[in-house]
């Protein structure tokens, strides 16, 4: 690809023509003491790329990895065991240089695989139709309020206050551009969720309910009643799922009566890495929705001699269709973490999975007892999977930190998940995998109680 310098005109010119005082205002979202006032410190302006190396290494060295500490962070992103015989097949040529693969004639591989990673998603949520994957857990959030929207051409969204913030972020910036309406709520410290005053806010004007489960806080809703509640008053149930490892232990959504399934598939065969490239999962229980569903599905079909094949089914974005029809301005899937996925599901199978849940739990569960022992702490949830909130004598953002420092990374503080809601400042989510061992959680007791003594 050449490169095409810009001159000031240049930069003026579109400038102008998006309405932006300066480059600058380009950045205005992203928080003044975040940004670089100059260069890095340390390094100088001009050096070898050798001596750049040894600096950069130097720098990295500063930061404590997940596998180097008794590691409990989760909400929403988890670190998980990966196979190397995952890696192994996935960077496999005809996979990884593959691109643009959905002409069948050169890429029935790929395609079988999508059409494979489908129908895993699609069990795996208790849903009739998945599709080929999308970028990540919360935008394919918004494109279930979207979708929902298109179905039952309400503005309405409410949303539960135990809905992983980012996602409900997500939510409210696209609605800022459609005529949504969002109807969010504060999450209550409470052992249960609560599913009365998230029912109580459903109305006939309610496209779509959202809720997370597990939630942010590990616990665990009655979605029956709440899909009950919601198809009462003409809306649909949308349930997100940030840890698909769960769905080996607890029921799929889609068999509690959600309309829309959607998540985050990063724990399945694609490692934690802070920020992606991960994987949205999106699935519909009802086959009617499918032509309202976002990004694209791989089909099944026979060719003229009756050899079984497969082919680009649906797509329904602007590059393929009218841009008045798309549904979605996705324009592509999250192809080589979704074949991770299915490389990782066809691994572990129905057995694999619940057995990996029933270790994720039995952990938790070991981890929870003897965290209520510590003095100074109090274990929210009543019922949890493999995640769940402490409440601590102490702030917990400074505990976490101060923790840190001494090599242990406790889990993620509330106040750092909803920095503007108030009375969370004591609360603590751990999150526990198979990654995990008893010599770790005895590590985070212990700590924790010498911090807190």
């Keep these: 690809m050449r490169y095409l310098p810009l ?106 695989m999508l059409f494979e990673f489908q129908t895993q998603v699609a069990r795996l949520y208790g849903c009739a139709i998945a599709n080929a994957s999308l970028y990540d857990g919360s935008t394919a959030c918004w494109e279930a309020v979207a979708m929902a929207g298109r179905v039952t051409r309400r503005k309405r969204v409410v949303l539960s206050g135990a809905l992983h913030p980012h996602y409900a972020e997500v939510v409210r910036t696209m609605a800022k551009f459609t005529e949504d309406r969002i109807a969010g709520a504060r999450p209550s410290l409470t052992a249960m969720p609560d599913d009365d005053g998230l029912i109580a806010r459903i109305d006939d004007q309610t496209s779509c309910v959202v809720v997370q489960y597990p939630d942010v806080l590990g616990r665990l809703s009655d979605l029956q009643r709440i899909a009950d509640a919601a198809h009462d008053a003409g809306a649909l149930l949308v349930v997100v799922n940030t840890e698909p490892v769960a769905l080996g232990a607890i029921e799929a959504p889609g068999n509690l009566g959600a309309d829309i399934v959607l998540g985050e598939g990063q724990s399945i065969g694609v490692g934690l890495q802070f920020g992606g490239p991960y994987l949205g999962l999106f699935a519909v229980t009802n086959p009617k929705h499918v032509r309202q569903m976002p990004g694209r599905l791989c089909g099944e079909t026979v060719d003229a001699d009756g050899k079984r094949g497969f082919v680009l089914t649906l797509s329904t974005r602007e590059q393929h269709i009218r841009r008045e029809k798309a549904t979605s301005n996705i324009c592509t899937n999250s192809g080589l973490c979704a074949l991770a996925f299915s490389v990782h599901m066809t691994l572990l199978g129905d057995k694999g999975l619940t057995a990996l849940a029933a270790e994720n739990h039995r952990l938790a569960a070991i981890a929870a007892d003897r965290l209520a022992k510590v003095p100074g702490v109090t274990v929210l949830n009543d019922h949890f999977f493999n995640e769940f909130t402490l409440m601590l004598d102490g702030d917990a953002r400074q505990i976490v930190r101060d923790l840190a420092d001494d090599g242990v990374l406790a889990g993620v503080s509330l106040t750092r998940l909803f920095p503007d809601a108030e009375g969370l400042e004591n609360g603590l989510l751990v999150a526990v995998t198979e990654t995990t061992t008893e010599e770790d959680i005895e590590t985070l007791a212990s700590a924790l109680q010498e911090k807190l003594s």
């Design 7 to 112: 001159t000031d005109t240049d930069r003026d010119a579109m400038l102008a023509k998006i309405g932006a005082a300066s480059v600058d205002a380009l950045f205005d979202d992203v928080p003044s003491d975040l940004y670089l006032k100059g260069p890095v410190e340390g390094l100088p302006l001009h050096a070898s790329e050798m001596a750049v190396e040894k600096h950069m290494r130097r720098l990295s060295k500063q930061n404590l990895a997940a596998a180097d500490a008794a590691f409990f962070c989760g909400a929403g992103a988890y670190r998980h065991h990966v196979p190397a015989s995952v890696d192994h097949i996935i960077q496999r040529g005809e996979f990884l240089t593959a691109y643009t693969p959905y002409q069948p004639e050169i890429a029935q591989g790929t395609l079988q």
